[in-house]
């Protein structure tokens, strides 16, 4: 595909992916007797599973997402397709329009749409992801965090530390040290 992503649960794998006026994508392209065709039927011989690629109507920004702890792969579509325009002048990458002549269908390829997909698929796919990660990391390490404070306390108490030596060195009064850690052993 075109692009990836890396997280500690997932690798995601996207790109624009070719689409017909119904709704057919695009596995590939190849040419056939010098004319650019998709594959839309993977496995199929001869011309049986290709479509020309002339009538490529626009393109679907797409992910794989496999799980890094299973062989579990989910798909990723974001729900505004590219639209492919008939002249470049009608190009509006911000809009989702893009020019593609018949014979430069792979739009992946052009920096300027590269960009503009990967943006979109960053912003609405992988951030809400990696934030979700974020969070998780985060509770994570203040549940060990929270963990080692009070085996720190309770070490401190058994060593006959007072509260307000506790809530010091916690940052706390001597009161919300022992109301937090009283009844913890």
Partial sequence: MGWMHESDTHLHEAAL??????????????MVDGVDYE????????????????????????????SRSSSEVLSWTDPVQWTRVPSASLEDLANHRVFAPDTDLDVN????????????????HL??????????????????????????VAKA??????????????GMTRQSANERWKDRK
């Fill in 17 to 30: 992916v070719a689409v017909f006026e119904d709704g057919t994508e695009s596995h590939g392209s190849t």
């Fill in 39 to 66: 594959i839309v039927a993977p496995g199929r011989r001869g011309k049986d599973g290709l479509r020309p690629s002339a009538e490529v109507v626009g393109w679907l920004l797409s992910c794989d997402c496999a």
């Fill in 109 to 124: 390829m052009r920096p300027e749409v590269a960009e503009a997909a990967r943006a979109v698929w960053r912003r609405q």
């Fill in 127 to 152: 951030d809400p992801i990696d934030a979700d990660g974020e969070i998780r990391a985060a509770a994570e390490a203040r549940r060990d965090a929270d963990a080692r404070l009070d085996a720190a």
């Fill in 157 to 170: 108490r058994r060593l006959g530390r007072s509260w307000a030596d506790i809530g010091a060195a916690a």
